[in-house]
């Protein structure tokens, strides 16, 4: 049946006559499977804007910092204000054993402050933050030039400073060299021993950029933090939730700071793995959407093209009439209208297919040449081998839409049929 001549003549000569009809139903299936990949891209191009995000933060990470009590606590009122400590380091350390990396930090200016860092002439404002040397794998980041801090640089609380890339744009001329130049930071020097650049990218990258990092001895010493510690970074072990630390740590340091263990309030929280799991969940909910309305745009499209082929096999009743008649099999009158049904549905699809895939390679070469600095969306693609996988379920979708048609054309009876008038 594939390779009879004869059959395929009079398939392209059926669709010929109604190139109307042809094109219509042809264009249902093309437009089903266009927006199923249009949608896929899109939804990829979501995906992976909301996961860049993730890539400037270790993901089994969690952050505590202070805030007010809201509970009356032991003899304490509510509205109490308190701070962590550099004793708090060490009890975390030695009683939460499933805590891997922990980085304690103070900042000038607090969360999101800035102070003025200057060098000669050159002057700008940055983060300026007191880490150890443990916050290069909760923060990620790439060592450019130099190095990062180590804990020779905590134990001898040295004046020096790790700095982003932003910062020497605005500090240094641009084949300047800024390892071992020093920069000064509310009348104190810093000697500079490496350069970084965040592993994410958008605002949030661009901001950690503009950072100064220097020991967390040196920060508290040079700038009378004495011993306070303003926020902890924690990482968990692996195979232990990030969860389970934060409850832990939270717990135990309501306890060592006299905060009811009720009063949840009191501890500002940021946990990056449950919010990596819930946009995991959003989008595994997006994907099931899309599948969902794609595949029955898709049912649609193959609907009509079952529809059509009935509207055929009632319009040549009498020539098939005439072919059972003479002798054709009915495997070969249902291999014929299946195979049109086939054929429709494989021209229309591929067509759709490379439509949908050079529309969404289109938007990505145009959001690439634009310079997008769009956070949410970035890099629509798609999946060759899904696209390839919807193709062939449409193919055989194709098929089993020629079925129903090709069952009623071999129950058509000879004698009957030829009486029918055309």
Not at 40 to 59: I, W
Not at 64 to 75: E, F, N
Not at 332 to 360: C, D, H, P
């Amino acid at each position: 049946m594939i390779f009879d001549r004869d059959s395929w003549h009079e398939i392209f000569s059926t669709l010929k006559k109604n190139k109307l009809r042809s094109f219509m139903t042809a264009f249902g299936v093309f437009w089903g499977i266009f927006m199923l990949i249009v949608m896929l891209g899109a939804g990829n191009g979501l995906h992976n804007g909301a996961m860049n995000e993730f890539n400037r933060l270790a993901s089994n990470s969690v952050f505590v910092w202070t805030r007010t009590t809201t509970i009356p606590y032991k003899g304490f009122p509510r509205g109490r204000k308190f701070y962590f400590n550099n004793d708090d380091i060490k009890a975390l350390r030695q009683q939460i054993p499933m805590i891997e990396h922990i980085a304690p930090r103070n900042q000038l200016g607090g969360h999101r402050g800035v102070a003025n860092v200057t060098r000669e002439l050159k002057d700008g404002a940055f983060a300026i933050n007191g880490d150890y040397p443990e916050i290069i794998h909760i923060k990620l980041m790439d060592i450019a030039a130099g190095r990062f801090l180590n804990h020779l640089d905590l134990n001898e609380k040295r004046k020096v400073a790790v700095i982003g890339s932003r910062v020497v744009e605005v500090l240094f001329e641009p084949a300047e060299d800024p390892i071992g130049q020093n920069i000064e930071v509310k009348g104190v020097y810093f000697k500079v021993i490496g350069v970084f650049k965040s592993k994410g990218e958008g605002d949030e990258a661009d901001e950690d950029m503009q950072t100064v990092f220097i020991p967390f001895t040196t920060f508290q010493q040079v700038f009378n933090y004495g011993n306070r510690v303003s926020w902890f970074s924690l990482t968990s072990t692996k195979g232990v939730a990030a969860s389970e630390v934060e409850r832990r740590a939270v717990a135990l340091l309501a306890e060592r700071h006299q905060v009811s263990p009720d009063d949840a309030p009191a501890f500002g929280r940021y946990n990056t793995e449950r919010e990596f799991n819930q946009m995991l969940d959003l989008f595994s909910g997006i994907n099931f959407l899309t599948w969902f309305v794609g595949i029955f745009t898709l049912i649609a499209g193959v609907i009509g093209v079952s529809n059509i082929m009935l509207i055929v096999v009632k319009e040549r009743t009498k020539e098939i009439g005439i072919r059972r008649a003479i002798g054709a099999t009915p495997i070969g009158i249902v291999g014929q209208i299946v195979l049109e049904s086939i054929l429709l549905t494989t021209v229309a699809g591929y067509f759709g297919l490379v439509a949908a895939v050079g529309a969404v390679e289109f938007v990505a070469k145009a959001l690439q040449k634009s310079g997008s600095r769009a956070e949410f969306f970035k890099n629509p693609e798609v999946d060759l081998t899904i696209a390839v996988i919807a193709l062939g379920i449409l193919i055989l979708s194709g098929a089993l839409a020629g079925l129903i048609p090709g069952k009623r054309a071999i129950g058509i009876r000879p004698v009957e049929a030829i009486r029918v008038e055309q």
